[in-house]
T-cell receptor, first 115, second 116 residues
Framework: EAQVTQNPRYLITVTGKKLTVTCSQN?????MSWYRQDPGLGLRQIYY???????DKGDVPEGYKVSRKEKRNFPLILESPSPNQTSLYFC??????????????FGPGTRLLVL | AQTVTQSQPEMSVQEAETVTLSCTYD???????LFWYKQPPSRQMILVIR??????QNATENRFSVNFQKAAKSFSLKISDSQLGDTAMYFC?????????????FGKGTLLTVNP
């Protein structure tokens, strides 16, 4: 089954404790992206990646890091989480370069609470 | 920069009736895509329908259709024969054509409740 998976689905942590949210897709997609969703703000892009070892900032990258060492994985790293990073996080992926047909597939979301 | 506006924070409709959700956007681009995503209580993001800006014909997917007015920069979603399972948050989204970033710009959402 074609899918984007995220782990963990729920996470409660404390300020300053480094954490990683994993994202994996099995569709051989080149493009992957992270969004955060906050009430009244919709979804905003954090980082994106066009392919292995190619990443760039989205609209709200502060406090986050990403890496793309393998095509299927795109982890989101919070080196020193703060309460303002409490949010619902989505990973998405799609084909790249064949944009007329691609659709972005979203993972199930990770709900993060930083105390 | 692109912006997407959904002017209706909440709407409700009776089961089996028709409802229209509004969306307007602002862009200086000529080639782009527009989307409606559905987010049910499970929080999953589900693509409902997609429209390519170069196409004049409005997209249709079963009970879902859009009214795309490019000159007015309007992209409304019509849901016919509403079902209880349509209850969800609906997001309008925009993406430019081309470029390296396939970023989706989302509106703030419209919470639709279908009443029995």
């Amino acid at each position: 089954e074609a899918q984007v998976t995220q782990n963990p689905r729920y996470l409660i942590t404390v300020t300053g404790k480094k954490l990683t949210v994993t994202c994996s897709q099995n569709m051989n997609h080149e493009y992957m992206s992270w969004y955060r969703q906050d009430p009244g703000l919709g979804l905003r892009q954090i980082y994106y990646s066009m392919n292995v070892e190619v990443t760039d900032k989205g609209d709200v990258p502060e406090g986050y890091k990403v890496s793309r060492k393998e095509k299927r994985n795109f982890p989101l790293i919070l080196e020193s989480p703060s309460p303002n990073q409490t949010s619902l996080y989505f990973c998405a992926s799609s084909l790249w370069g064949r944009e007329m047909r691609e659709t972005q597939y979203f993972g199930p979301g990770t709900r993060l609470l930083v105390l | 920069a692109q912006t997407v506006t959904q002017s209706q924070p909440e709407m409700s409709v009776q089961e089996a009736e028709t409802v229209t959700l509004s969306c307007t956007y602002d862009t200086s681009e000529n080639n782009y895509y527009l989307f409606w995503y559905k987010q049910p209580p499970s929080r999953q993001m589900i693509l409902v329908i997609r429209q390519e800006a170069y196409k004049q014909q409005n997209a249709t997917e079963n009970r879902f259709s859009v009214n795309f007015q490019k000159a007015a920069k309007s992209f409304s979603l019509k849901i016919s024969d509403s079902q209880l399972g349509d209850t969800a948050m609906y997001f309008c989204a925009f993406r430019i054509s081309g470029g390296s970033n396939y970023k989706l710009t989302f509106g703030k959402g419209t919470l639709l409740t279908v009443n029995p």
